[in-house]
Nanobody, 115 residues
């Protein structure tokens, strides 16, 4: 059974940083294309960053240059380093495969950026 557990969110002032973690079980991340997604209130869930099996990363234009996705194969964990946070980054952040599997969604981790 696949389980993805996100953590690392919190309340931060604009310009601050956070690092999110996604610990995986039942799936080997280095063999799976993965993504970080977010959903803000009243908006659809969107993909913000992805990483392929080969470690090639891609970031949405809205976060490019500020967010960085990475993976630790030994820990079977994916990360999202978020710098220069903006109020519009406020959302619940989730990890999932890319494209996402409907049964893999976890609880997510709340990120709130105050102005």
């Amino acid at each position: 059974q696949v389980q993805l557990v996100e953590s690392g969110g919190g309340l931060v002032q604009a310009g601050g940083s956070l690092r999110l973690s996604c610990v995986a079980s039942g799936i080997i991340l280095r063999f799976t294309p993965m993504g970080w997604y977010r959903q803000a209130p009243g908006k659809q869930r969107e993909l913000v960053a992805s990483i392929t099996m080969r470690g090639i990363t891609n970031h949405a234009d809205s976060v490019k240059g500020r967010f960085t996705v990475s993976r630790d194969n030994a820990k079977n964990t994916m990360y999202l380093q978020m710098n220069s946070l903006k109020p519009e980054d406020t959302a619940v952040y989730y990890c999932n495969t890319n494209p996402p599997a409907s049964t893999y969604w976890g609880q997510g981790t709340q990120v709130t950026v105050s102005s």
